[in-house]
């Protein structure tokens, strides 16, 4: 596709319960990011790929919280035992650059809300 | 205290209005600074992207950094109702590999 697609769009869950959240990076791109958005809090980084390697992962709020990149492409979030905070859009960015971040590119988000 | 502040609004003016949005921040390394607009429901779309201090303009859009103040601007001109959205600021350092965002402010122009 064009741009940066993420799966699924709105999810709804039980707390307690995993959860997977699926980014399609632009076709080339090398670099990777997941940011959360919550209701008046702006953009929070979680963490950053260079190809399949995370050499920053220092926003990932507890070890609740994981992410896996697989052939430079598709990354993948998983949330375990989810809790009510994590409630929040999942948002994911490619770039081409390598040196400096540019211009991130950003998917649409996955909602998530835990009940 | 947040490395980058931004007034959450929301803001809400007339078309044709002159808009005036801005962010402080405390890492004196921040080298490079960006505006991203995000509609409803939409991901964030970069707007202005601007190194160390000085200004930019690009149609209706002037982006002022003032690195001694350590703070940025953002002026839209002659605001139209498609310009109604949240609009964040994002910093970096040189090198850095991450962008830091402020808050974002709601903006709502008023036929």
């Known amino acids: 596709g064009a741009g940066v697609s993420q799966s699924p769009s709105n999810k709804v869950t039980e707390k307690g319960k995993d959860v997977e959240l699926r980014c399609d990076p632009i076709?080339?791109?090398?670099?990777l990011y997941w940011y959360r958005q919550s209701l008046g809090q702006g953009l929070e980084f979680l963490i950053y790929?260079?190809?399949?390697?995370?050499?920053?992962k220092s926003g990932l709020p507890s070890d609740r919280f994981s992410a896996e990149r697989t052939g430079g492409s598709v990354s993948t979030l998983t949330i375990q035992r989810t809790q009510q905070e994590d409630s929040a859009v999942y948002l994911c960015?490619?770039?081409?650059?390598?040196?400096?971040?540019?211009?991130?590119?950003f998917g649409e988000g996955s909602r998530l809300t835990v009940l | 205290q947040k490395e980058v502040e931004q007034d959450p609004g929301p803001l809400s003016v007339p078309e044709g209005a002159i808009v005036s949005l801005n962010c402080t921040y405390s890492?004196?390394?921040?080298?490079?600074f960006m505006w991203y607009r995000q509609y409803s429901r939409k991901g964030p779309e970069l707007l202005m992207y601007?190194?160390?201090?000085g200004n930019k303009e690009d149609g209706r859009f002037t982006a002022q950094v003032d690195k001694s103040s350590k703070y940025i601007s953002l002026f839209i001109r002659d605001s139209q109702p498609s310009d109604s959205a949240t609009y964040l600021c994002?910093?970096?350092?040189?090198?850095?590999?991450?962008?830091?965002f402020g808050q974002g402010t709601r903006l709502t122009i008023n036929p």
């Open positions: 960015a490619s770039t081409s650059r390598r040196g400096g971040v540019g211009e991130l590119f």
């Open positions: 076709s080339g791109h090398t670099a």
């Open positions: 790929f260079q190809g399949n390697s995370a050499p920053d």
């Open positions: 890492n004196s390394a921040f080298q490079y």
């Open positions: 601007t190194y160390s201090s």
């Open positions: 994002a910093m970096t350092p040189q090198g850095a590999q991450k962008l830091v």
